[in-house]
């Protein structure tokens, strides 16, 4: 049976009550989730197992950034590129957008979210443009993903959001960029931000982590979280000189450490952090630029660069296993341990900025 036969047949016995409720083995056992573009222009959202077969694909009805899986049902949330206003909620049974949420008046999005453990709640990463302060918009994934509450981010321009394993404790990075939609994309406060990362549980702000001064500049923007609640994180320069490090990692109650490199190599990244993983056994944290064409590994006990890989467009990156995974704009996706500037795979898209794990655990 075709695959999106298949789709309709189990969602017509899902309807009618005549088969558990689904999981995500009834969709291929994806292993990741990434937003993509066709050859014909459309976008869609793709659902990818661990031979990196794509088990689905979904059109969306604009670009995609990031998504969030669902813990147990066959379910993704795809978040509009950002600055965007809307994020679709999708059944990868059917294919079918079951719920749509906007964001309210005077907010944006930042194309990232993620689930509570048991699934029941979405949070999504807003600009309250007006106020210039960052929230997190808390949405019933049990009723129709209606809005049910905001929290204060414990900064400005939120942009990753991730869960702490087996807790509902959020981590935020709170990038320290301020913008408003009369300007687009123009950053509004360069010479007063402030990034920062904020723990967050039930509304409130557990802790938060700040950056030396001589760093203010250095826009935290995406997370990786390993498996005793490190957090790993990338940064986005936004100063006129050299970069001193785009990498670090912290966990509650210690203090930031910075990563080091040496500055060719730092150069190399362009001050851009695409993507960002930190390895199942916490070792090594791995950052990606599409802007230079590199991903870069560090080893987290020595604190430094310990590898350099050119890989033309790349941004994708997540963990499975024992292996990092990265996906580029080219069309390939793979491992980075198989080595060399080619990746094990090559499709006809080209992936978007993140290449999101589905969790079941």
């Not at 409720?21 to 869609?44: H, I, M, N, Q, R």
């Not at 549980?201 to 498996?227: C, F, Q």
């Not at 033309?312 to 963990?319: E, F, I, K, Q, T």
């Amino acid at each position: 049976m075709a695959r999106t036969g298949r789709r309709q047949f189990l969602g017509g016995l899902l309807a009618a009550g005549l088969i558990p409720k689904p999981t995500w083995a009834d969709v291929g056992s994806p292993v990741f989730l990434s937003a993509a573009a066709t050859p014909d222009g459309s976008y869609v959202l793709c659902g990818i197992d661990a031979a990196l077969d794509v088990r689905f694909q979904i059109p969306l009805p604009t670009r995609g950034h990031a998504a969030a899986a669902h813990p147990s049902q066959p379910e993704a949330v795809a978040f509009a590129r950002r600055p965007g206003t809307f994020a679709i909620i999708i059944d990868c049974i059917t294919g079918v957008e079951k719920a749509r949420i906007d964001s309210p008046m005077g907010r944006h999005f930042y194309g990232h979210g993620t689930f509570s453990s048991d699934g029941s709640l979405l949070f999504t990463t807003e600009n309250d443009y007006e106020a210039g302060r960052g929230l997190i918009g808390v949405w019933d994934a049990q009723n129709g993903f209606a809005r049910i509450d905001e929290w204060d981010s414990g900064g400005v321009g939120p942009h990753d959001i991730k869960r702490l394993p087996g807790t509902d404790m959020l981590v935020v990075a709170n990038g320290g960029i301020y913008t408003h939609p009369e300007t687009g994309r123009t950053k509004l406060n360069i010479p007063t931000m402030a990034p920062n990362l904020a723990y967050i549980e039930d509304g409130t702000v557990a802790e938060i982590a700040s950056l030396p001064a001589d760093m203010h500049k250095n826009s935290i923007r995406h997370l990786a979280v390993g498996p005793e609640g490190q957090v790993a994180f990338g940064m986005q320069w936004q100063g006129d000189g050299p970069v001193a490090t785009l990498v670090g990692i912290h966990q509650m109650g210690q203090p930031v450490r910075l990563m080091t490199a040496n500055a060719n190599d730092l150069r190399a990244m362009q001050g851009y952090v695409g993507s960002i993983v930190l390895s199942s056994d916490g070792h090594t944290i791995a950052v990606t630029s599409p802007r230079g064409g590199f991903v870069q590994e560090y080893s987290v006990g020595v604190g430094a660069l310990s590898k350099s890989s050119a890989i033309p467009d790349v941004c994708g990156a997540a963990v499975l296993g024992q292996s990092i995974f990265v996906s580029a704009g080219t069309g390939e996706i793979g491992p980075l341990n198989t080595g060399g500037p080619t990746l094990q795979r090559q499709m006809n898209v080209q992936w978007d900025n993140h290449l999101i794990p589905i969790s079941t655990a």
